[in-house]
């Protein structure tokens, strides 16, 4: 068997792993009964399986994408309790994935291509209450999607599909920006289990046009064909929405990963 990292083998990932060497033995027992063709694919869907799980399953991916400005940086350091990421006027300001792990992740982090120096790990035994709930949780802040530096961009794209939940970061003044919706909300139609989006920034609007503004967020996402994606409201300079916010993160950290459901469907 293959050794897993010590990080990546909890309980979610050691249950899989074992259905994978019952399936083994049972192909080793009973394989000359089955077609040459049959027994070749179900041992190399096994051997994929066993790739994706030596990463481990118990974490949960989460990243924060949106437009230059949005608050992302800002948003995360909010949500960590830590100001590990870089918060500038100048923009773009972030150009490198940045991550705060919840419980050890290097593996993991090696494999979404996060560098060592843009990694950090919160000390869970120190926080109390706050944060109760977070354990697995793998925090990337993205760079801007709508970069006017190109390879933003594609750091954007390259992680998207590895990412459990997105949580889309858009501000007061760029929320209807065609970048976002129509370069990649559209194209996300079928994923709103896997996302919501989140209108930072809210203490820069005045209490009474908050409720309009909250709307027509709404409305473009129904027209984006996202009827159904969870809208929040926060600000990353205040506190106010974090909490929310922080609670709608840990709901998705309990709830099964991408990578988790996909090894159960080959399973099956
Ligand atoms: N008033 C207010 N300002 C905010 C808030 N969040 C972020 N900012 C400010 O907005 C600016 C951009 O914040 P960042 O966190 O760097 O934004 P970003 O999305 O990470 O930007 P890029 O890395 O360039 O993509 C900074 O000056 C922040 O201080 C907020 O909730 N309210
Ligand atoms: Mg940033």
């Known amino acids: 068997m293959t050794a897993l990292p010590s990080d ?3 309980p979610r990932t050691r249950g899989l792993l074992h259905r994978v060497r019952d399936l083994e033995e049972a192909l080793d027992r009973g394989g000359d009964r089955l077609p040459d063709d049959a027994v070749l694919d179900a041992r190399r869907s096994l ?3 066993r790739e994706r ?3 481990g399953v118990d974490h ?8 230059t400005g949005s608050g992302k940086s800002s948003l995360f350091n909010a949500l960590s309790g830590l100001k590990f990421a870089d918060v500038g006027a100048r923009r773009p300001t972030t150009s490198t994935v940045t991550a705060c792990t919840w419980g050890g992740a290097d593996a993991l982090l090696d494999w979404l291509g996060v560098a060592p120096d843009r990694r950090i790990e919160r000390e869970s035994a120190l926080d109390g209450d706050t944060q109760v709930g977070l354990r697995g949780l793998v925090l990337l802040d993205l760079p801007d999607h709508d970069s006017v530096a190109q390879e933003h961009r594609a750091v954007v794209d390259r992680l998207l599909p590895m990412v459990d939940l997105l949580v ?4 007061p003044q760029k929320y209807a920006d065609d970048a976002l919706h129509t370069g990649y909300l559209r194209h996300l139609v079928g994923h709103e ?3 919501l989006v989140v209108l930072n920034q809210v203490d820069t609007v005045p209490v009474g046009a908050q409720g309009s503004l909250l709307r027509d967020i ?4 129904r027209e984006d064909g996202l009827a159904d994606v969870p809208v929040h409201a926060a600000s990353a300079t205040t506190g106010d929405g974090v909490p929310v916010l922080r609670a709608a993160i840990a709901r ?12 159960e469907a080959e399973l099956g």
């Open 8 to 10: 990546a083998a909890g």
């Open 218 to 221: 709404a409305r473009l996402l």
């Open 60 to 67: 949960t991916v989460v990243a924060l994408v949106g437009g």
């Open 193 to 195: 289990g896997s996302m």
């Open 53 to 55: 799980l030596a990463l």
């Open 168 to 171: 889309w970061v858009v501000d």
């Open 252 to 263: 998705a950290v309990a709830g099964r990963g991408q990578a988790e459901r996909r090894a």
């Open 47 to 49: 051997s994929a399986v």
